[in-house]
Every structure is written in structure tokens, then in C-alpha cells.
Antibody
């Protein structure tokens, strides 16, 4: 069965770039019926959808993050990656990757998340 | 953006109780509504998709209903493992948005 595993730096300095990777196992990231998403959650707060990638590289970004966010896929490694530029303390959060099955149109599989703290 | 609201923000209940959580969208989202359960230290878990479709493996005491702007998650006969936070989420338009969550805790 498909599993998602995020990995990240743990700590990022303000104004730097946050980079997180999601490795997909048990299935191919290059499957037409699946969409691969990034979602974050500050401690004790709610969930924020950041963006998604699907198909041959179509990407949709949340408008609030679009100017700072890049999502990429490496099909040879079965990995999805996120890069968030010019980070501030407000970007401190648990970062999750999650799959959408187009038949369900909901986030049906989640990674366990990776915590990233922005601090000097 | 479509705003999602939930009520109540918190509910205290006992094992065996029936719990109802309401989710409201700021505009018509048809049936593109999902419900998730999140326990402390864990990722959210999908319970219901497309307003009322129970995910495989989710107990039948969970049910969802509604359409357009008003939706409900019902937990019949609350079990100890159901004490958690519940979120609704719209999937009809970008950016996908979540409700603020409802805490179900022990009375």
C-alpha cells in the first residue's frame, strides 16, 4: 500500500529557503489519477493547503503562497518536493504531503509530517 | 477563497453519546466536502468524502450528510477512540480550505 514520508531540515533561519521532500513508496508518483499535495499546520492551529502537482507536471498554488512557493517532482526518485522562500516565524509548522485520489476528491493518504521551525 | 466554518468549536461528550458537528461553506460547494479526524501527534485521517461517502475501514457509526453550503458529521454511539479533533474541507475550488476544527473531548 502507498505510504508517504516527509523529510526536512528541522530548523531554518528567517529569510532563508525552507525545503521539504516527500518520498512515495508502494506506488508510483507518476499515476494519472492521483494528485500530490502539500499541507501545513502550525502547532495547535488548523490546516492550510499550500499547493499540488499532478499529471505531467501541472501545478496549482495557493494564491497566498504563490510568490514564495515552488513544488517539484522527481519521478526517478518517486519524490515530491517543496521550496518556500523568504521564510518568517509565521512559516513555522508541521508540513504534510498528502495524496488526493481523483475518484474520492479528498486527501486519502497522508505522511506523518515533518516539523519545521523558523528561528534565528 | 471559500470560507469554511464549523460549530461547535468544542463539544464535551460521553461514551455512547451521539455527536453532531456542523460545517458551513461561504458559497455553494455542491457535495465537494470531506471530513477528517486528527488525534494529537498524528496526521489527519480521511473519514468521509463527497459529503457522505464513508471511507473503507471507517466505522459505520460515522456518517455525513448535506449539500451546497450546509453539512453535518454525525458520530453515533461515541467510542473512546473517537475523542479527537474533526475538520471539514472543501474540494471544489482553489485554494482548498479547511474548517477551523471541532474538538470532541470527554465530559
Amino acid at each position: 500500500h502507498v505510504q508517504l514520508q516527509e523529510s526536512g531540515p528541522g530548523l531554518v533561519r528567517p529569510s532563508q529557503t525552507l525545503a521539504v521532500t516527500c518520498t512515495v513508496s508502494g506506488g508510483s508518483i507518476n499515476t494519472a489519477s492521483y494528485y500530490w499535495n502539500w499541507i501545513r499546520q502550525p502547532a495547535g492551529k488548523g490546516l492550510e493547503w499550500m499547493g499540488r502537482m499532478y499529471g505531467s507536471g501541472t501545478i496549482n498554488y495557493s494564491p497566498s503562497l504563490k510568490s514564495r512557493l515552488s513544488i517539484e517532482v522527481d519521478t526517478s526518485k518517486n519524490q515530491l518536493s517543496l521550496r518556500l522562500r523568504s521564510v518568517t516565524a509565521a512559516d513555522t509548522a508541521m508540513y504534510y504531503c498528502a495524496r488526493v485520489d481523483s475518484n474520492l476528491d479528498a486527501f486519502d493518504i497522508w505522511g506523518q509530517g515533518t516539523m519545521v521551525t523558523v528561528s534565528s | 477563497d471559500i470560507q469554511m466554518t464549523q460549530s461547535p468549536s468544542s463539544v464535551s461528550a460521553s461514551v455512547g453519546d451521539k455527536v453532531t458537528i456542523t460545517c458551513r461553506a461561504s458559497q455553494d460547494i455542491s457535495s465537494w466536502l470531506a471530513w477528517y479526524q486528527q488525534k494529537p501527534g498524528e496526521a489527519p485521517k480521511l473519514l468521509i468524502s463527497v459529503a457522505s461517502n464513508l471511507q473503507i475501514g471507517v466505522p459505520s457509526r460515522f456518517s455525513g450528510s448535506g449539500s451546497e453550503t450546509d453539512f453535518t458529521l454525525t458520530i453515533n454511539s461515541l467510542q473512546p477512540e473517537d475523542f479527537a479533533r474533526y475538520y471539514c474541507q472543501q474540494g471544489i475550488s482553489f485554494p482548498f480550505t479547511f474548517g477551523p476544527g471541532t474538538n470532541v473531548d470527554m465530559k
